[in-house]
């Protein structure tokens, strides 16, 4: 029998990635919109334009729930989360690549 070789891609697993200019643009459109959809839930529920939405409208009966301040807690949460992953999204995109990295010399 033949030993069997791996796939290129499976091959070349271990090489470093470089990320092309698309990719970076796609990262940092991400970031724009789970930083603005954060922010947006982070302060929106405890605005005074929160009492005369449409979607409150819509569902008369959940103003209790609308209105909580539990159920406006959660949606600040949310928001809290979405700014932490694009901040994450930062800090990982700002991370030098491996073959970039110096080796200190002993």
Known sequence: MQPVTPPASVAEAGAPVKRT????????????VCFEVGAFLLLF???DYWDHNSIAALAPWMRGVWDSAYF???????????????LAEIFRLRRP?????KVPVL
């Open 21 to 32: 200019w698309v990719q970076r643009l796609g990262t940092l459109l991400f970031v724009l």
């Open 45 to 47: 529920p405890w605005m």
């Open 72 to 86: 406006r807690g959660a949606l600040s949460g949310l928001g809290l989360v979405n700014i932490y992953i694009a």
């Open 97 to 101: 690549r491996p073959d970039r990295l």
